[in-house]
């Protein structure tokens, strides 16, 4: 018996008790029984089994005890209409094997896939299988994400102590991902060693590929702004790779579904009816939520007789209410009164659709006319959850609405439209996965598109779908209605454009192969793989889940985190955001502690808080990884020019302060996150035959600095050689570096190193606005002219604070050595590679930490400092790139 007939067979058996079941305030869905039910017979457990189990819980068993009544009628259903259920198969399979050992004679060899993934019965199966000596499981501990669907990790133990002759080989050597790569995924399961997972079975991994572009965990100021960097960060990538990749080499990782989640698609639904009343799958979706006691041949009845008469199902159902069609006659009285109610509440809300109330208050007087929140009380035990996801649609449509009265009402054409511009994630996701219903995945199988729906097929009862890999707008609705044109650029229409709930059927060519970004969950992405993964709103709340709880679910939540960053093979980016919309509200999030706690215990760097620069090197790795051949040099270097002077002047919202940002708002004051400058920077210093980026004249080993008094105090913001350095540490570090002779149009290029800073600390004051930095013309920078020369940038370095932003804003890198002198109120520090020196506090070592510099070392500096510079012929250190030492290419010691 499949699922849809299971599950009308067990509404049956709760309909006659359902009223005495709310008395006890007891509410049981069909779908929620036969789950529970399922995870028992995938334990073995009877309905005799489970009924001891709800007595044991004393009084907190009572629903138990009625879903194992429940289970019993169940099975004499199934067996009075001679059918078994899917987990039947499994538990017959075994009685039938246990009775009839003969067979299993035969079997020479068993080999068990994805073991971690086995319930017990299916670990049953394969002990009457399997003879000590003839059976080989493949699994790996670390990617058990299914004990929700009673999968049980526990077997992998089993399976030690019942075949205590086993072998044990350890694939750890990985042939899909990068160093960097598999060190940020194994510090997430491994921190649960001192947290939650003591019973993690130790195991490493190692790759020849190297360490590869290091992990970067971005965070951002909001949502919004986390789905521009990872949509601007697509681009970047490809274009710094050399167009070695394509957007089908993308994806993005959700912890959990959203726009396939039921409630939302509810709500979709009814804003799709009112938009377009043809739309018959709409119609078909919402009739019923909530239960209107329209039965299923009430319902038929409607939609022949609109069929007979070349109506939609809705116009139809509308002349039924106002009695212009004799059906009515035959509708019992009870489901008419209650599809006048629902008519009713489609033309109210027509009406405010077309008057253009915005949408976030339509959804809100939908929610209330048909009392949405308090229907999902009474059917859904987890109703909490699916309320919140009808927040976060209320939350986008207001981004949409704001985004849309920015444009003064102009209405945007589909294409254009506001949100599309976005390119939020969620948006993204549609147009990656709209291919008239089937998709490419990555390996070439075709897949079928979630949500596909005819607007032929008379689809009465709408489930859940089956979550696929890409997934899709949800029965793509034709947005145009025919008789609609007065609802043409009103705030629904725009809204339902922009969700991408509109098909331009012209635009989709079957069998068009386009290349496109994959969202889908980490379910969906087991055992796939791609060149770059995102992994976005790594925050508690969704990982772990917020209705995780128990230490199994959290622990399962770890490894559900870890499966998503294994997916990728040479780029993997986790973001994370500071405040989310909820409903209307932004309300602050957390980094998830699976992170947290690993980066802060970590031996080494295994995230980058920064998006990565690619190198030479780097971008060979990922061809390596992914098997293909990049271009040469020269080719690349054209594309990476030709982006980024594409690139818009100006900030990128994600690019902007945010108060919040304790890293950036050192001594209280605002600096500038100035990432695209830096790729500027990186850019324009970038020596294409040897691959690095590189401070101009360095290698002649000239002193570049710049140093100013200011009052008694000494500063110094610049760079020298490491020879210079060198002869420069053993002075008192009160004593500044001498004026450098450089090159006027030097002086220019390092002022403008610091000029967004500048501006930024200065934006504070209101005194000057930010100045774009624009790529390959210094000539055209323009130098604020405030203190009348090109040091002017320096001046405003006088903060302790500001020296430290400089410093971190021109990337760089770690191990950074702080140098104490024995006065405490002056410290430097110097940077391998890029030797600085810099007068600092004391306490402003404290903020150094603040601003993400790690691994801050104070040395005396009466000793010269052993500062690792640039060896002779070696090349310097790109710039822009605090990166760690390489790791991953050799075996680790675990
Ligand atoms: N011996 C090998 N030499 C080269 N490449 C290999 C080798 N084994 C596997 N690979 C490649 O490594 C990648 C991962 O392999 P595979 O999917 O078999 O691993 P898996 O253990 O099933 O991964 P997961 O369970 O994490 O999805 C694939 O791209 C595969 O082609």
């Known amino acids: 018996m499949d699922h849809d007939d299971a599950k009308k067979m067990m509404a049956n058996f709760i309909k006659p008790i359902a009223q005495a079941l709310k008395e006890v305030h007891i509410v049981l869905k069909a779908d929620d029984v036969l789950s529970q039910i399922s995870n028992a017979k995938a334990k073995g457990e009877t309905p005799a089994g489970m009924r001891a189990r709800a007595q044991a819980l004393g009084s907190g068993g009572q629903m138990l005890s009625v879903i194992a009544d429940l289970y ?4 004499k259903g199934l067996r009075a209409a001679g059918s078994l259920d899917f987990d039947d198969l499994l538990g017959y399979g075994l009685k039938l094997l246990r009775q009839e050992r003969h067979v299993l004679n035969s079997v020479k060899h068993v080999l068990v896939d994805e073991f971690q993934d086995t319930n017990t019965i299916q670990y049953e199966l394969m002990k009457l299988f399997a003879k000590e000596g003839n059976v080989t499981i493949v699994g790996d501990p670390d990617q058990a994400i299914y004990g929700w669907r009673a999968a049980d990790i526990e077997n992998l133990q089993h399976m030690k102590k019942d075949y205590p002759n086993t072998v044990e080989v350890h694939l750890e050597q990985n042939y899909r991902s990068t160093g960097a790569i598999l060190d940020a995924s194994l510090a997430i399961v491994t921190q649960g060693e001192s947290l939650q997972n003591k019973t993690r079975i130790q195991k490493g991994l190692y790759t020849a590929f190297g360490s590869g572009v290091p992990v970067t965990l971005k965070q951002t100021s909001n949502g919004f702004n986390e789905a521009e960097y990872i949509a601007d960060e697509i681009k970047r990538l490809i274009a710094h790779t050399g167009n070695l990749l394509t957007f089908d080499d993308f994806a993005i990782l959700r912890g959990h579904k959203f726009f396939e989640r039921l409630e939302v698609k509810d709500v979709l639904g009814y804003l799709q009816l009112i938009n377009n009343p043809q739309y018959h799958p709409a119609f078909v979706r919402v009739v019923n939520v909530p239960k209107r006691n329209i039965g299923e041949k009430t319902l038929r009845g409607i939609v022949d007789r609109a069929k007979e008469k070349g109506l939609s199902a809705m116009d139809m159902a509308e002349r039924i209410a106002d009695e212009e069609d004799s ?25 405010q659709a077309k008057n253009g109330t915005r949408v976030p208050e339509l959804i809100e007087s939908l929610l209330e006319e048909i009392g949405y929140e308090a229907y999902l009380k009474r059917t859904h035990a987890d109703s909490d959850t699916r309320w919140e996801n009808v ?12 985004e849309q009265e920015a444009k003064n009402g102009t209405s945007a054409p589909a294409n254009q439209s506001a949100a599309k511009n976005t390119q939020t994630a969620e948006n993204a996701s549609t147009s990656a996965a709209e291919t008239n219903g089937a998709s490419q995945d990555p390996r070439g199988k075709k897949r079928k598109a979630a949500g596909e729906a005819s607007s032929e097929t008379v689809d009465l009862e709408y489930a859940e779908e089956e979550e696929t890999v890409v997934p899709v707008a949800n029965n793509p609705a034709p947005v145009e209605a025919d008789d609609s044109e007065d609802i043409e650029g009103t705030p629904l229409r725009v809204f339902l454009e922009a969700s991408m709930l509109a098909t331009d059927a012209q635009a989709q060519d ?47 939540e770890m490894r559900l985190l870890y499966v998503a960053m294994t997916r990728a093979q040479g780029v993997l980016e986790l973001t994370y955001a500071d405040k989310r919309m909820a409903g209307k509200q932004e309300i602050p999030k957390e980094l998830s502690p699976f992170v947290s706690a690993c980066r802060e215990d970590a031996k080494k760097t295994i995230f980058e808080s920064e998006y990565p620069v690619i190198s030479k090197k780097d971008r060979e790795i990922i061809a390596n990884v992914i098997g293909r051949k990049p271009l040469p040099e020269k080719e690349t270097a054209e594309i990476i020019h030709a982006y980024i002077v594409s690139l818009p002047a100006g900030k990128r919202p994600w690019e902007l302060p945010w108060q919040s940002d304790t890293n950036w708002r050192a ?15 990186a850019q324009q210093y970038w020596d294409s035959e040897k691959d690095e980026y ?23 913001v610049g760079f020298v050689s490491a020879s210079q350095f060198r002869s420069q540490a053993g002075v008192p570090a009160t004593q500044s570096l001498p004026s450098a002779t450089m090159k006027a149009s030097e002086k220019m290029r390092i002022a403008s190193y610091s000029q967004p800073i500048f501006a930024g600390s200065q934006r504070a004051s209101n005194e000057i606005a930010p100045q774009p930095f624009a790529f390959g013309k210094p000539a055209d920078m323009s130098i604020p002219a405030a203190n009348g020369d090109s040091q002017s940038s320096f001046r405003t370095a006088q903060s302790t604070q500001a020296n430290n932003a400089i410093l971190k804003n021109i990337g760089l890198p770690p191990p950074i050595t702080a140098l104490t002198s024995s006065s405490p109120a002056h410290t430097g520090f110097a940077p391998a590679g890029l030797n600085s020196f810099q007068n600092f506090s004391a306490s402003s070592l ?22 690792a510079g640039p060896r002779a012929g070696q090349p310097l250190r790109r710039l822009g790139m605090g990166r760690p030492a390489p790791y991953g290419s050799t075996k680790p010691s675990f």
């Open 327 to 351: 059906y009515y006659l035959s509708m019992p009285v009870n489901s008419r009164k209650n599809l006048v109610q629902f008519v009713d509440v489609i033309r109210k809300l027509r009406v």
């Open 391 to 402: 927040k976060e649609l209320i939350a986008y449509s207001v981004t949409i609405s704001q």
């Open 72 to 75: 019993e009628e169940y099975e």
């Open 667 to 681: 001594g209280g004051a605002a600096f500038y996150h100035n990432s695209h400058n830096k790729e500027h920077r």
């Open 510 to 556: 079957e069998n068009a192969v386009i290349p496109r970004v994959t969202i889908c969950t980490v379910h969906a992405a087991k055992g796939l793989e791609w060149p770059v993964v995102f992994v976005p709103a790594v925050e508690k709340g969704v990982y772990p889940f917020i209705k995780s709880t128990e230490e199994a679910q959290v622990n399962e």
């Open 846 to 867: 404290a903020s150094l930490k603040n601003l993400g510099v790690p691994d801050v070392k104070p040395v005396v500096l009466a000793t010269p400092p052993k500062v």
């Open 694 to 716: 590189r401070l101009p004249d360095m290698e002649q080993g000239s002193l570049q600095s710049l140093s100013q008094t200011s009052g008694s105090q000494p500063v110094s």
